[in-house]
């Protein structure tokens, strides 16, 4: 079965985007993207909630090259992308599908198709509502060296508590800490 796999940029007080949606505080070089684009190739799905899929196809379609490595955009651009939606009418960035139903139904169909493993990039809401599910396979928290103060929590409305087990870190020279979560009832 595939693996729900949630990726962050998150600040060491615990927000993934500032109070206006911000990401201008994300630490990014050479060696973070060259991390993220093997990241990619162990993926063949990106699942995204509507606010972040319409904010990524308003950027990956015209990246360019001077911000981003050339592998990242090539997958950006091409792996499937599936937007969690109930009022989202068209997904036209190249390989993208819309699911609208019964978040649990839509994932578990996704998760039981063959492939390799799905990752989720933003979408807090989405990842928050998986979380709540027990849907999240792994979670993949970069921790940037940056306090915001204020911000969007990368959980939100999460009534009980999940146990996670560290399974893996990984430091990068730009100080960004790379930490590998499995929830600590997790089976495969």
């Not at 729900?4 to 949606?21: A, Q, R, Y």
């Not at 070089?29 to 904010?55: C, K, P, S």
């Not at 911000?67 to 651009?77: A, G, T, V």
Request: hydrophobic fraction near 40%.
């Amino acid at each position: 079965m595939r693996k729900i796999i949630v990726s962050e940029m998150v600040s060491v007080d615990g927000f993934f985007s500032g109070p206006k949606g911000e990401l201008d505080w994300h630490n990014v070089d050479a060696e973070f993207q060259h991390w993220a684009a093997e990241q990619l190739n162990a993926m063949d799905t990106i699942l995204f909630g509507r606010v972040t899929y319409e904010g990524m196809v308003g950027y990956w379609p015209n990246a360019s090259t001077k911000d981003n490595i050339p592998e990242i955009i090539d997958k950006m651009n091409n792996l499937h992308k599936v937007v969690i939606s109930k009022t989202l009418q068209k997904a036209n960035w190249n390989n993208s599908s819309i699911a609208s139903g019964d978040l649990n139904e839509e994932i578990m169909k996704l998760k039981q198709q063959p492939g390799k493993d799905v990752v989720i990039f933003g979408s807090g809401k989405l990842v928050s509502g998986l979380a709540k599910l027990g849907l999240v396979d792994e979670y993949r928290l970069t921790v940037n060296p940056v306090v915001l103060g204020s911000g969007v929590p990368l959980f939100r409305d999460m009534k009980k508590r999940i146990r996670l087990k560290l399974i893996k870190t990984k430091t990068f020279k730009s100080g960004n800490v790379l930490l590998y979560y499995r929830p600590a009832k997790y089976k495969r």
